[in-house]
């Protein structure tokens, strides 16, 4: 599923988001400033709002949603980041255009104990981590469901592309279940479907309420037919040898079923966090200011889910 703005639209959406990074105290985490993101949010164009719509009633079977042609002036730019934990706290209209985006999708959220709850994340190579799996990494990122340990994990992610790599190789990679599904046989599906695997934190979560052994869990639920997904084949293990081959036959069948995505500069892709995995391909940072930079953002659809967990009814949980 595609949707590439017209120059008009991107017009519109360089006003909106000019206007809200404009909006004082011009801080992304400030509730006041995020109270008129969700009122400009509804009047983004009307082609994109059908289109965001119609995603989230039913992703398709791969699952992804790209917007291309959103106003990101790569020549206005500041350096790439390069530090560890890197967020974007300041209003910048790329940073507001990642929040017009994904509010419009469902409600903004962050955890308290990953980049200290920042609603806007940098993914960017970092100096010394190059081998972590990690969005600070630039090797191979295996693919996973955001935060598949969390029992609140993110119902979609949004990635905002700012810079790609300078060789063109570091694509996300996507794969999703409903296309993998056909590819395992009856006996596989009900393994994957009992409680006989645990997923620990990744490594960009503080994990300090998260120490405890991981209790066992299944990867797939929900409907036989069309299931949700629960993976990370970094952090996921088997608790059986049952178990483990197969995970191992559904891992092939993601990598026979998945696609990359070479986002460029203004191009934003929502991935539905419960029918599909991602990763990255590798590439190779250069830590000259001009590495590959994306804007993360989470949704979740229903908010009273977690209210126990959201301070002040606020977008963070603890």
């Known amino acids: 599923m595609r949707c590439d703005l017209t120059g008009q639209e991107r017009a519109v959406m360089e006003d909106l988001a000019g206007r809200l990074a404009k909006t ?8 006041e400033w995020l109270e008129e993101a969700r009122a400009l949010c509804c009047h983004l164009p009307v082609r994109l709002l059908e289109t965001v719509r119609r995603y989230r009633h039913d992703p398709g079977p791969e699952g992804v949603l790209v917007i291309g042609n959103l106003p990101v002036d790569t020549a206005t730019l500041p350096p790439t980041p390069t530090v560890p934990g890197s967020v974007e706290r300041t209003a910048t209209v790329p940073a507001s255009l990642a929040v017009l985006v994904t509010l419009t999708l469902g409600e903004l959220v962050a955890y308290r104990e990953e980049k200290s709850g920042a609603l806007v994340q940098n993914v960017v190579p970092v100096l010394g981590r190059e081998s972590s799996q990690s969005n600070a990494g630039s090797v191979p990122l295996e693919m996973h469901v955001e935060n598949a340990f969390h029992p609140h994990r993110p119902d979609y992610v949004g990635l905002l592309s700012l810079r790609h790599d300078q060789d063109g190789t570091g694509g996300t990679i996507t794969s999703s279940i409903r296309e993998a599904l056909p590819l ?6 009900d393994v994957l479907g009992r409680p006989r695997f645990a997923t620990e ?6 994990a300090s309420s998260h120490d405890a052994a991981p209790a066992g869990h299944p990867l797939l639920d929900g409907d036989p037919g069309d299931p949700n997904l629960k993976v990370d084949f970094f952090a996921t293990t088997a608790l059986d040898a049952e178990a483990a081959q197969a995970m191992s036959r559904l891992r092939t069948a993601f990598l026979e079923t998945s696609r990359e995505l070479m986002l460029a500069s203004g191009e934003m892709v929502l991935v539905d966090n419960r029918v599909v995995i ?28 977690t209210r126990a967990h959201r301070p002040g009814n606020g977008p963070v949980m603890n």
């Open 278 to 305: 991602h990763g990255r391909a590798s590439f190779t940072p250069r830590y000259d200011g001009h590495d590959r930079w994306l804007h993360r953002t989470f949704v979740s659809l229903d908010n009273r889910r």
């Open 201 to 206: 934190p990744p490594p960009s979560f503080q």
């Open 24 to 31: 004082p105290p011009g801080l992304v985490d400030d509730p």
């Open 184 to 189: 395992l046989s009856d006996h596989d599906r």
